[in-house]
């Protein structure tokens, strides 16, 4: 005799600066809480503004004995009544509620955090998605879990068009997944993002690193006139330059895969690098931070002409290579 599904915990809490992925937690939490009962009652509350005695009373039985999920975001800035409240809520929760609470991240509002924790509250960790590599690996998972496949170069390819947003990213994979058929490689993200993998700081940055200096001021140029704010191409030079560096210091008997583990980047970023470091010298590598240091710091205010001086800098990587 099949039972019921288990509903979600009495309470949980999602924390940290991501987002999709704190959406996605609150949207798993619904999921359960419907697959136990598909009546149930969803409360999506903001803690900004909300008066105490709200969620008690959301939390109270319902006629029709219906579940109940009450989300309360941005707890971080609950005032200090409505922080009490949730307190004393977590000793004594609700039966068939499941209270949501919903943290961006940060020392502010800890205090409620951690009585969370202390009460045994489920905790979902969204913590920032910041290194390409894991972008990387979000795009890999996210073709898992729609039952396609995108092999490593596309999926770096598909992060250097869409950037740092992630939910664009998503979006993207799920959109070549219902598009597409058979495996996604790279003829197919330049077929559905060619114009924006061609102008991307990554594209700049491979060309400069590559001593393509005309290709890489006509990236720029093209970039800079979809709007792509310089900081992050700046970023994106940076990083290279970093790969590189790290990657040619590193003895070259090591397979891209087990130097990738040592040095905490994505095999391609290592087979990247290496492909890039011929006509490099520990000098030139050295010029060219010290021309993408300067150029972070004029385009952050120290300067006039943020374009100016990634233009200057894209020229002093690019005649870097090849210096002794």
């Not at 709200?54 to 039985?61: F, H, Q």
């Not at 955090?113 to 972008?135: H, I, N, P, T």
Request: with cysteine; aromatic share 2%; proline share 5%.
């Amino acid at each position: 005799m099949p039972t019921a599904a288990s509903p979600p915990p009495p309470v949980t809490v999602v924390v940290g600066p991501e987002e999709l992925l704190r959406d996605r937690a609150v949207a798993a939490v619904v999921r359960v809480s419907r697959a136990a009962d598909a009546a149930t009652e969803v409360r999506d509350l903001s803690a900004v503004g909300l008066e105490p005695g709200v969620v008690t009373g959301l939390s109270s039985p319902s006629l029709f004995g219906e579940r109940k999920v009450i989300v309360v975001g941005d707890v971080q800035d609950a005032a200090d009544e409505l922080t009490a409240e949730l307190k004393a809520y977590l000793s004594e929760p609700a039966d068939d509620t499941s209270l949501v609470l919903v943290h961006s991240g940060g020392v502010k509002g800890k205090g409620l955090l951690d009585a969370a924790r202390k009460a045994g509250a489920a905790v979902v960790e969204c913590r920032q998605v910041k290194y390409d590599s894991d972008k990387v690996k979000l795009v890999l998972a996210e073709f898992r879990q729609s039952g396609r496949r995108i092999n490593g170069d596309a999926a770096a390819a598909l992060v250097d068009a869409i950037g740092n947003d992630l939910r664009e990213l998503a979006n993207a994979c799920s959109q070549l997944a219902a598009d597409t058929t058979g495996v996604v490689d790279v003829a197919v993200v330049e077929r559905y993002h060619g114009g924006r993998v061609e102008a991307t700081g990554f594209k700049v940055a491979d060309a400069a690193i590559e001593g393509r200096c005309e290709d890489a001021l006509r990236l720029l140029r093209q970039a800079l006139a979809t709007g792509v704010d310089p900081v992050p191409i700046n970023a994106a030079l940076a990083m290279g330059l970093r790969n590189l560096a790290r990657v040619s210091s590193a003895p070259s008997s090591l397979r891209p895969d087990d130097l990738a583990r040592e040095l905490g980047l994505a095999p391609f970023m290592v087979r990247k690098a290496r492909e890039q470091k011929a006509g490099w010298s520990p000098q030139g590598v050295a010029g060219a931070i010290t021309a993408v240091a300067q150029a972070d710091a004029e385009i952050k205010g120290a300067g006039t002409d943020p374009v100016y001086a990634l233009e200057r800098a894209v020229v002093t990587i690019a005649r870097a290579r090849g210096e002794r």
